[in-house]
Nanobody, 116 residues
């Protein structure tokens, strides 16, 4: 059974930093594309960044240069370092694992709130 558990969300002032973690179980972590998505209040869920297995990381334009996605395959953990946070970064952040057959699994989400 695949499980993804996010942590590290919270309340931070604009310009501050947070680091999110996502720990996976029930899957071969190193073989899958891992990613972060977010859902701002009253908006659709949007993609933030991806870390393909053995490939280059990619970012949404809105976070490029401020966020860094990384993974520790030995710990089955995905990270998202978020710097220079803006109020518009306020959202529920979700970790996702995409398998080679296209099936995607989601974590339960962690709230990030950036105050102005």
């Amino acid at each position: 059974q695949v499980q993804l558990m996010e942590s590290g969300g919270g309340l931070v002032q604009a310009g501050g930093s947070l680091k999110l973690s996502c720990t996976a179980s029930g899957m071969i972590f190193s073989c899958n594309t891992m990613g972060w998505f977010r859902q701002p209040p009253a908006k659709e869920r949007e993609w933030v960044a991806s870390s393909p297995s053995g490939g280059s990381v990619v970012y949404a334009d809105s976070v490029k240069g401020r966020f860094t996605i990384s993974r520790d395959n030995a710990k089955n953990t995905l990270y998202l370092q978020m710097n220079s946070l803006k109020p518009e970064d306020t959202a529920i952040y979700y970790c996702a694992a995409t398998f080679h057959n296209g099936v995607k699994y989601w974590g339960q989400g962690t709230q990030v709130t950036v105050s102005s």
